[in-house]
């Protein structure tokens, strides 16, 4: 899908996704829901041209960089879609980081304002950045002082419209360049064949809205059709997150495999109270969904949970499974729109059943990294991109996850899967969740190390006990060079802020 075949060259995404609903009739409708206060398209509207408004005003120009630190709710709607309303490009920043990641990414894409929760980063912290600094306080009463703008700013289709940094698993922060038109491709393609949302879905997502997974799901996917977003400011711990769906009702539910997998965990315990009657599909990505996951989570809801695998890079997701069609421990199959390639190490395609390096191609892909030239040259290869990824297909068509191509391991001279290793240790009953690396042993030679957070319900067993349990479990299931040679138990395993294992940091703490 091109958008150069369906949109006009002149082509605003705010106005899309929020202003055209009040001049085709659907003011009223309700476009968020948040335990902080609900508004409809009409409100949101008007807020977005006051925001822009209040950029206008502060000297905010074309295609400069509005930085934004806030939590999930009606005020990071209204700056998101403000700033891009106002011909600026907005820029969601983890709200996870810590002070000195703030001001490297400030800094890259040299922001002209910056909008901050004190209660995440406290004041000052950004001082002497050459950006203006504005309080969540402070940007509220700026947009009730400034008159709305009579429209959003003209804008190209190919116009800069908002930046995503994502570190990845390696902790280095890319500014991810996407265009007026990404959001678009990506509701026309997930959105519509995937998702099949409609405008009477409510849409709810662990993954939070600086997350490119998390932005789509809970903004521009319901936005595209005048549906509603739930939003929540909190953590997303099973009961919080129970309490929201009984609330809210969503009927779209978004999240990650650790959020499945402690939801699992608290519902296994008998004061946990959930109910997921209202949502008709839940979706999954950020890492892969064991299926051990799918099975249980299905037992015990009666849902399917829709993995799938995207980047920040491509916006949203590419390959997904299908409702009545879930493989468990499959990625699915490609999302129309999308073209897939699983390569070797010399670009030739390799056959049916083979780990390749996996290749995609799609409209909604970022033009470049900012102010990395030589990673955009190394990711971007005319129109595909290298995911870093490593999958196989199988003869019906589904993908399966090999994992990251920096983190296979070879053992005994043959290439490891940790993604499939992984996928055999979670099924135990004891493993809450897990992640395999290769660490060398006392000969250099690269054997499987298991790192594994253990079920609540497992306090008091002996650790070694349950090692050795593990182990003889792996090996049953496993071929030999494949098991586990050690099993280090910990209380939670490293992620990033948006729920991928850092490997790299299980791989430096090994050495």
Request: aromatic fraction near 10%.
């Amino acid at each position: 899908m091109r958008a150069s075949e369906h949109l006009p060259e002149r082509f605003n995404s705010a106005d899309w996704f929020v202003g055209r609903h009040v001049r085709e009739g659907r003011g009223s409708r309700v476009a968020i829901v948040s335990d902080e206060r609900t508004m409809t398209y009409a409100e949101l509207d008007v807020a977005v041209r006051r925001f822009a408004s209040a950029l206008k005003r502060a000297g905010v120009g074309r295609d400069e960089r509005v930085a934004l630190i806030l939590a999930d709710g009606p005020l990071f709607s209204v700056a998101f879609w403000g700033a891009i309303a106002a011909g600026a490009v907005a820029v969601p920043l983890s709200t996870l980081l810590k002070p000195h990641d703030y001001r490297l990414v400030v800094t890259d894409c040299s922001a002209r304002v910056v909008v901050t929760d004190p209660a995440i980063l406290p004041p000052g912290e950004l001082d002497g950045l050459g950006a203006e600094l504005w309080s969540a306080d402070d940007a509220a009463l700026r947009v009730e002082a400034s008159p709305p703008l009579d429209s959003y700013v003209d804008t190209h289709r190919d116009g800069f419209a908002f930046f995503l940094y994502s570190s990845g698993t390696t902790g280095e922060p890319k500014g991810v360049v996407h265009l007026q038109h990404d959001m678009w491709v990506c509701c026309e393609t997930y959105g519509k064949h995937v998702l099949g949302i409609a405008p009477d879905d409510r849409c709810f997502s662990v993954a939070k809205l600086f997350f490119a997974y998390g932005l789509g799901n809970a903004q521009y996917f319901p936005f595209h059709v005048g549906a509603s977003a739930v939003l929540f400011s909190g953590r997303p711990l099973p009961e919080p997150v129970f309490a929201q769906v009984k609330r809210h009702r969503p009927t779209l539910f978004f999240g990650v495999p650790t959020a499945y997998a402690n939801m699992l965990a608290a519902m296994d315990a008998a004061h946990a109270e959930h109910d997921f009657s209202s949502v008709r599909a839940c979706a999954s990505a950020g890492e892969s969904l064991p299926g051990a996951i799918l099975e249980r989570w299905m037992a015990r809801t009666g849902k399917e949970i829709l993995d799938g695998i995207g980047s920040t890079e491509i916006c949203h997701i590419f390959l997904s499974n299908r409702l009545g069609a879930c493989v468990p421990g499959s990625t699915g199959v490609p999302v129309p729109g999308y073209d897939v390639r699983l390569v070797d190490d010399t670009g030739n395609d390799v056959p049916r059943g083979d780990l390749g390096d996996l290749l995609v191609r799609g409209d909604s892909t970022a033009a470049f990294y900012w102010n990395k030239h030589e990673q955009t040259k190394h990711t971007f290869r005319g129109d595909w991109i290298r995911t870093g990824d490593k999958y196989c297909q199988n003869d019906d068509g589904y993908f399966f996850h090999g994992g990251r191509s920096d983190d296979m391991i070879k053992a005994g001279g043959i290439w490891v899967s940790p993604v499939e290793v992984e996928g055999v240790l979670i099924e135990h009953s004891a493993v809450l969740e897990c992640a395999v690396i290769g660490t060398a042993d006392a000969d250099g030679l690269e054997k499987v190390h298991a790192f594994v957070a253990l079920r609540p319900e497992t306090a008091g067993r002996d650790d070694a006990a349950i090692e050795a349990e593990l182990k003889s479990f792996a090996k049953t299931r496993l071929a030999p060079y494949k098991a586990p040679r050690w099993i280090t138990f910990v209380r939670e395993l490293p992620k990033t802020a948006t729920g991928k294992i850092q490997r790299f940091l299980l791989r430096a703490g090994a050495r």
